[in-house]
T-cell receptor, first 110, second 111 residues
């Protein structure tokens, strides 16, 4: 059973479009995250939710909006996509601050 | 804000060598520290977790140490194998659910 699952695995889209990435965890964890990994492989935290409440919101353009319908889901919606948004986006969950990652979504904006 | 640095950025060794990867962090008030492995095009796999009260953790050929006061952790890999080739990432957790990653060390073990 996949602990943290993200969909889609690959996403290719044009500039200006709006897209969503979904994340679900079946570990019963209270906290979920979105990380962005850029072309230099640096992982940077974007958002953190604890029990559906936003805890961490880094300096991310407001075109990025996380949505947590329940504790097991944290989706990422991106409006007006730009070329610079191309990256791999990782969802993660944690309990007692032990991280478990999804396999990532490779977003390519053309 | 916590900053995490990993040195070296890349490392190439012949098979069988022992090696050390380094991680340093600026704020010693941490909750735990994790070492991850990332293979090309893949997600992250947790290797070792050290709680702030611990000094080291071992798993097979891997040993991670933590010195909170100096803001340092090392990952020691014994008798390296080509299958160990990957990027190794260090992540530091603070009590507010904030987790910061280093930029990683890209390890290549040559047969």
């Amino acid at each position: 059973d996949t602990a943290v699952s993200q969909t889609p695995k690959y996403l290719v889209t044009q500039m200006g479009n709006d897209k969503s990435i979904k994340c679900e965890q079946n570990l019963g964890h209270d906290t979920m995250y979105w990380y962005k990994q850029d072309s230099k492989k640096f992982l940077k935290i974007m958002f953190s939710y604890n029990n559906k409440e936003l805890i961490i919101n880094e300096t991310v353009p407001n075109r990025f909006s996380p949505k947590s319908p329940d504790k097991a889901h944290l989706n990422l919606h991106i409006n007006s996509l730009e070329l610079g948004d191309s990256a791999v986006y990782f969802c993660a969950s944690s309990q007692f601050l032990v991280l478990h990652f999804g396999n990532g979504t490779r977003l390519t904006v053309t | 804000k916590q900053e995490v640095t990993q040195i070296p950025a890349a490392l190439s060794v012949p098979e069988g060598e022992n090696l050390v990867l380094n991680c340093s962090f600026t704020d010693s008030a941490i909750y735990n520290l994790q070492w991850f492995r990332q293979d090309p095009g893949k997600g992250l796999t947790s290797l070792l977790l050290i709680q702030s009260s611990q000094r080291e953790q071992t798993s097979g050929r891997l040993n991670a140490s933590l010195d909170k006061s100096s803001g340092r952790s090392t990952l020691y890999i014994a008798a390296s194998q080509p299958g160990d080739s990957a990027t190794y990432l260090c992540a530091v957790s603070s009590n507010n659910n904030d987790m910061r990653f280093g930029a990683g060390t890209r390890l290549t073990v040559k047969p």
